[in-house]
């Protein structure tokens, strides 16, 4: 067995308040994140009574915002990617949350030393080099490893750079889909001060959600779809939208009758990517300004990537891709291996005395967390259609969301949130074409 995730262990900062769910819903919605929250949001708008069925004690899944030391920080998505297209973003600015935009410029830091001026401009260009190359492949070649189109050319910094895109698609890039990789939109990014997992709670307050209620199984063999929850409990309903993350898919959720064979393969096809926060205490860490992306290059331990001065305290994240999980799984000491492995890397680069007054207050573990099983769906490659596969629906009655659908945001919270209102649109139109339920 696994052991248990240690971010299970703390709590939101957003109490919760919800509705109680209706007693004859239209619609159930599986899982309160980003996906289900605005597939909720969006179908009460469209005038339909809806329950939402959470597995955790908590909303927000894989947005989760706790406070350490008296700051909240967030657990799992930080970052509002892609502004000009994440919905997050517009409702954001219209709700006056205090969104900012993340800083353009990193830090370099090689071996034993900040990088130079010149190196800093050398990497920079390295991954424009490298961003048009594999788009361009991406439209010219037949699918492959995204790794077949990194350019050998870029010379020194063709591994770093690699290591930054495989920590970003959840995967290593040989096992990722080169015709999916290029469709991520990932300019002109911002954080929300409290966190975005806060973000999330609150636009789920006064929601019809109940917590601690894992669905089991759904079933379509009858008229609607009943619900089978894990404690035995069952609730009817004329439409459900599932957005339970897809590695929950593959292993945890029956359908009755099994799922037709081209959603099943969509679903079964997908990796689960690993990307996880190491969250560093670090009052004297040799980054300055809020925000900063710090690549750290050269020497024996790669360190896949870190986020400095977070809201501009001592915090900072120490991100882990797939290959430093592993190392850390393979110890078997639990978040202690992370925070092991951590220090080593930061010791080679910044010598045993810089860390005398580093803590390491937390360490995700989303690879192990039962709801999760992953921090996003990977494509890999010859899977792309997958993700257009997931937007049909099944039997008129099942919709899929979540970040593995979008194609333009996956992996992300916004991405989620996108993919939730849509799916809630294509019910609520679905069942305003059939009419009101019969006894209605
Ligand atoms: C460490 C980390 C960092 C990340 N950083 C970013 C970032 O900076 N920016 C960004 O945009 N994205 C980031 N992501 C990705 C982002 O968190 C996800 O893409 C997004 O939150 C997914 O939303 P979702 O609604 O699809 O799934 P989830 O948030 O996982 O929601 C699914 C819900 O379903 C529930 N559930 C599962 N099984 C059941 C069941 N059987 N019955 C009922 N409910 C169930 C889960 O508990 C969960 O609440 C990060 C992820 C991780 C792990």
Redesign the pocket.
């Known amino acids: 067995m696994p052991p248990s995730p240690e971010h299970v262990r703390f709590h939101p900062t957003v109490p919760p308040r919800f509705a109680p769910l209706p007693s004859a819903p239209d619609v159930a919605v599986?899982?309160?994140?980003?996906?289900?929250?605005?597939a909720a949001r969006r179908l009460i708008a469209r005038g339909l009574s809806v329950a939402v069925?959470?597995?955790?004690d908590?909303?927000?899944?894989?947005?989760f915002t706790t406070a350490l030391r008296g700051h909240p920080i967030?657990?799992?998505?930080?970052?509002?990617?892609a502004g000009p297209v994440?919905p997050?973003v517009a409702l954001g600015h219209a709700r006056g949350e205090p969104l900012r935009r993340a800083a353009q410029d990193g830090h370099l830091w090689v071996g034993r030393r900040r990088g130079r001026t010149a190196e800093q401009a050398a990497f920079g260009r390295a991954f424009d080099v490298a961003d048009r190359a594999m788009t361009l492949a991406a439209g010219l070649r037949e699918d492959g490893p995204a790794s077949s189109a990194v350019p050998p050319s870029l010379g020194p910094w063709r591994e770093r750079i690699s290591l930054v895109h495989a920590l970003v698609s959840g995967r290593p890039l040989q096992e990722v889909s080169l015709h999916d990789w290029p469709s991520l939109e990932y300019g002109d990014n911002f954080f929300v001060s409290g966190g975005?997992g806060a973000y999330?709670a609150r636009l789920a307050l006064d929601l019809p959600i109940r917590l601690s209620?894992?669905?089991?199984a759904l079933d379509t063999t009858g008229p609607g779809v009943a619900i089978r929850?894990?404690d035995g409990g069952t609730l009817g309903v004329r439409a459900v939208i599932v957005?339970?993350?897809i590695p929950?898919l593959q292993r945890?959720?029956r359908f009755e009758p099994p799922l037709p064979a081209r959603t099943r393969g969509a679903i079964d096809g997908f990796l689960s990517g690993t990307?996880?926060?190491v969250v560093l205490h670090w009052p004297s860490a040799p980054f300055c300004g809020r925000d900063r992306l710090a690549s750290i290059v050269g020497g024996r331990h790669k360190p896949p990537g870190m986020l400095t001065r977070i809201d501009g305290t001592p915090f900072h994240y120490f991100?882990i891709d797939t290959a430093f999980a592993r190392a850390a799984d393979a110890l078997r000491a639990g978040p202690d291996a992370e925070r092991r492995l951590a220090r080593a890397v930061l010791a080679e680069h910044f010598g045993h005395r810089a860390l005398r007054d580093l803590a390491i207050p937390a360490v995700?573990g989303?690879r192990h967390?039962?709801?999760?099983a992953?921090?996003?769906a990977v494509v890999p490659p010859g899977h792309a259609p997958a993700r257009a596969i997931l937007g049909e629906p099944v039997a008129d009655r099942i919709w899929f969301?979540?970040?593995?659908?979008s194609r333009q945001?996956?992996?992300?919270?916004?991405?989620?949130?996108e993919?939730?209102g849509r799916a809630a649109e294509a019910v609520a139109d679905h069942l305003s074409a059939r009419g009101p339920r019969a006894g209605a």
């Open positions: 599986i899982g309160a994140g980003a996906a289900g929250i605005a069925l959470e597995a955790r908590r909303v927000g899944g894989r947005a967030d657990l799992g998505a930080h970052w509002l990617h994440n997050l975005y999330l209620a894992p669905v089991a929850l894990d957005t339970v993350p929950v945890s959720v990307y996880e926060h991100e995700t989303w967390d039962p709801y999760a992953g921090s996003w969301a979540g970040e593995a659908h945001q996956w992996g992300t919270a916004g991405g989620a949130f993919e939730g």
